[in-house]
């Protein structure tokens, strides 16, 4: 006889208290068998015309403020700049989605988001220009600082809608992430977190293909990234994550089952960036340029052009409109970043605890002796 | 000290709505060491919340409670076990107020049960207490008396900084009347727990009785020896530390944890530099061994006790 003969039967659901056994039908958490279009679709005639017209000019304003920031990094403006060039429809999307009362909490990539949600343009690069870690006040803004560590931020999404949700107020936290970070421990922890604790949290991850060089292929092997929901006890969707429409409506659909109190969604948005990683990473090294003219066909900024011209929705004015707004913001962020920024060196040891301890207040003195010396040189 | 430690759990959510306390097996069971015994019963399934099993997902939750307004309480089981957590704790519990200037801070109490000497097997003993004072943003704090268990948890709960707060394992059954009513020295303080005129041992959390016991034991070969509490690692009390020094000429530091690379380093480097001419030996370290914790039949080996305490106070009378 081996161990294995001593193996317990399970359980039969619900034959004991607690008794294992799926307490979900998996059935209506399984994704979407492919992803959610509304472009070239009759879904688009539900819209208002305004609300379309909206999501263009976000785009076309999202699109300049990656191309401009860009250039900054190009210049040694700005340290460092990871482009969501190609993804605009997922950031614009994303923002727009939110009421006021929101938290977004973004990772590095999500600048846009964060101006989408009303934060400044310029204090939201101030991490990637490397004056300061968070240019905005988070809990004015209701905007998590931009995160790095990847994934880590999914579970203060899901601890701050938990708390909310004790609190009786509606208020929805949304997580950005990419598909390299669905890798992530923290991500998988803060799914389950969520689900069990049914909080209302919509996980939005932007599929772009890539973790810096590695494809998804290296890095699931799941159907789709959506699939990992129904594990967690929560719905997957897929959508296209270059319709903005489609983005747009499926996490609003999310947003509107978290605030109800249905729970927690993943979403999946395919969609792909069409510049590298960041300024500094080569991505001839790892893809083919016909792939990436293959998408350059499906930008975002492009699809929704062109839909909303066949539909006789977007005029000339409204274009130029848009193009002027994005150069006015252009040209405020070179006006802006080719300005020295001000640095003041006492702040290095102004927020590390509410009160410094004595050893960092003799450091702030020894660093307040040695500028002043060297402004005496 | 347990029932001190619960005590001050219980008044901190009866005087707090916001407290709430998170982790594995919290609720109905209390804690694997009771610690939070009844609350659960008290204040709800919400309040004293069984989470799932997952350490980074518990602190990261509570991060995110706390940037809600919640004041979080986590219970991390073990010392060992609180290493999933890490990432968490030191890239954001711990930066959050300096990232976001001073616009969010997170004052989250991590009860941590740490150290050995109660028969653990292993990923049980652990002192990890270098780990956490080494990274800037989070207090370190440890108590080592039953009305410190009280006081000091209260005052870390209450902190608007998150604070690691270490409890010693092996003296969650030590015995003392508990008056809720004393007043406690803050956080950030040492307290000299015996005075002395020939040397003083600098200890902290489950080495304070040990240290106890060396003083008493010392009389009988001539020394007079203070002991020092330090209770709280960061802050750090530089100035009575140094007091205590100056006016003895000789310490002896006593950890269990490992001494390369220790807290025990830091206290003598710190000493050192700011007393060297009132020094009459060089400031010596009784710590654990550099090695991973020992198997629990073993332990006894590593941790310091009376006697590495003695041995260390003879060389004291130092002669080059
Ligand atoms: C915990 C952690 N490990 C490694 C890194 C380094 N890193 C930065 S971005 C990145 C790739 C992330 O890819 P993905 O999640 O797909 O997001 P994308 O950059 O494509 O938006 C890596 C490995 C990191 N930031 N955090």
Redesign the interface.
Known sequence: MTVLDHRPTMPVPGWLPGATGPRTDPAPLLPDDSPVRVLGTTGLDKYDPDLLRELYRRLVVGRRYNQQATTLTKQGRLAVYPSSTGQEACEVAAAMVLQEQD?LFPSYRDTLAVVGRGVDPLQALTLLRGN???GY????TRT??LCT?LA?Q???????????R??GES?V?LAMLGDGGTSE??FH??L??AA??NAPVVFLVQNNGYAISVPLTKQSAAPSLAHKAVGYGMPGRLVDGNDVVAVHEVLAEAMERARSGGGPTLVEALTYRLEAHTNADDATRYRQSEEVTAWQEHDPVLLMERQLKALGLLDEAAVSSASEQAEALAARMRAEFHAEPQLDPA?LF?????EP???LREQAEQLAAELAAEGDR | MAQALNAALRDEMRADPTVHLLGEDVGQLGGVFRITDGLAAEFGADRCLDTPLAEAGILGTAIGMAMYGLRPVVEMQFDAFAYPAMEQLVSHVAKMRNRTAGKLALPITVRVPYGGGIGGVEHHSDSSEAYYAGTPGLHVVTPATVGDAYGLLRASIASDDPVIFLEPKRLYWSKAELDTAAEVAPVGRAVLRRTGRSAVLITYGPSLPVCLEAAEAAKAEGWDLAVLDLRSLVPFDDQTVCEVVRSVGRAVIVHESTGFGGVGAEIAARVTERCFHHLAAPVLRVTGFDIPYPPPMLEHHHLPGVDRILDAVAKLQWEE
Not at chain 1, 137 to 140: F, H, I, L, T
Not at chain 1, 154 to 164: E, N, R, S, T, Y
Not at chain 1, 350 to 354: D, I, L, R
């Open positions: 938290w300061a870690h968070t006040d988070p809990r004015a998590a600082p560590p880590t999914a579970p203060h999404a899901v601890g701050l809608a938990h708390a909310a004790l609190r208020v936290a421990g923290d922890e803060a389950n977190f069990v604790l702040s102004a927020h590390v605890y509410a301890t004595t050893q």
